[in-house]
Each structure stands twice: as structure tokens, then as C-alpha cells.
């Protein structure tokens, strides 16, 4: 009575939409090159935050948090520079525009090492950002097992990650589902310790 589960496929449409998403992050770096800070990201449109936008965060989050969000959520090994060159801007003015973020950014990060990159120098951080603002990674940690609790039996669910973030989530999430919550010391699993979910792939496909 498992439920199977996809973990990916490699076809047309994954491509097609992970090139979207590419797309939409380079229109979203030159967006926040030219004009004001702006926060959320939703099907193609950039909007105002109601909320917390990303000059709250630049301008007001303590130099720790500014390291921690550019860490986990950027994977930006350059995290604690970015984040005191950051504070030590605002000291002076508050960022204003995003023009005045990316500059910060990119000086920040070690000329040799921007020489040596093929990507835009702000764009991890920009990313880290951008999950913070949005609450994206809360969000899908809530939303992966209301998901799989509504997977009906036999049923299938396949998982599309953009970024190695959303993949972790998602492959604890799978792993727990299919595993025996047996004792460890109980020497015939019960029909209730059994797996929910059974993996149809090990690792992600792409």
C-alpha cells in the first residue's frame, strides 16, 4: 500500500521551466541594477513587498543575520566580507537603491576571484535575498508534507528543485516518508511502523 514516488524526470518541460527561471533571475539582477529595491518575485512579475522587503533587510538585519542568510541561503562563501562591507555602507547612508547593493557586493568579493566567475558577482546574494523576503524555503518546508499527506494511495508526486536549498528540503522530507518508524529494537515491524512512501529513484534526476 506504499505510495510511490517520483523524485524527477528529465524532459522537455523541466527544461523549458528551469530556463525560465534563469531568465527571470537575470531580468530580476538587471531590474535591481537600475531602480529601487524592490522584494517579491511571483510567475514573472516583480511587486512590492507588503512586508519585508530587501532594504529592511540590507538596512536594518544585524551583521550575524546578514552572514547567516547570505550563508545558508546564498551558499556565498564570501558571506562575512559582503556583510561588513553592508553594514559599514549603511553607517554612512542607507541603501537606497539597488545600484548602491550590487557595488557593495561586487567589491566586496575579491577582483581575482570576479575574474575567475563567468556569473554576476551579486547574484548569490541577491538569491539569499530573495528567500529571506519571500520565505520561500519556510514556506516549501510547510507545504512538502501537507503535499505527500494528500498523496493518494498508489499515486505519484515528482519534485522539481531549482537550487541545492530546495533539494535538501525535499529529499528529507521523501527520505523520512519512506522510512519504518519501527523501534529499532522490535524484532517484526507492524503494519503501522510500515513506510508511507516508497522512492522510485535514489538522488535527484537531471
Do not use: C
Not at 505519484?156 to 516518508?177: M, Q
Amino acid at each position: 500500500r506504499s505510495r510511490d514516488l517520483l523524485l524527477g524526470q528529465n524532459s522537455e518541460f523541466f527544461r523549458d521551466r528551469a530556463a525560465d527561471l534563469a531568465d527571470l533571475e537575470q531580468r530580476l539582477l538587471v531590474h535591481l541594477r537600475r531602480g529601487s529595491m524592490l522584494s517579491k518575485v511571483d510567475e514573472g512579475t516583480i511587486v512590492v513587498a507588503p512586508t519585508l522587503t530587501a532594504a529592511d533587510v540590507v538596512n536594518d538585519y544585524e551583521r550575524s543575520d546578514l552572514v547567516r542568510i547570505l550563508r545558508h541561503y546564498g551558499e556565498e562563501k564570501f558571506a562575512d566580507r559582503i556583510a561588513q562591507r553592508i553594514v559599514a555602507h549603511r553607517q554612512d547612508r542607507p541603501f537606497s537603491s539597488s545600484a548602491e547593493l550590487v557595488e557593495v557586493i561586487t567589491n566586496a568579493i575579491p577582483a581575482a576571484v570576479r575574474a575567475q566567475s563567468s556569473g554576476h558577482p551579486a547574484k548569490k546574494s541577491f538569491q539569499a535575498l530573495r528567500i529571506e523576503v519571500n520565505e520561500e524555503l519556510a514556506g516549501w518546508a510547510r507545504a512538502l508534507p501537507i503535499v505527500l499527506d494528500r498523496l493518494a494511495i498508489g499515486g505519484r508526486i515528482a519534485v522539481l528543485s531549482f537550487h541545492s536549498l530546495e533539494d535538501r528540503i525535499t529529499k528529507r522530507g521523501l527520505a523520512a516518508g519512506a522510512a519504518s518508524t519501527a523501534p529499532a529494537d522490535l524484532p517484526v515491524e507492524l503494519p503501522e511502523h510500515a513506510p508511507e512512501l516508497r522512492l522510485l529513484t535514489r538522488g535527484a534526476l537531471t
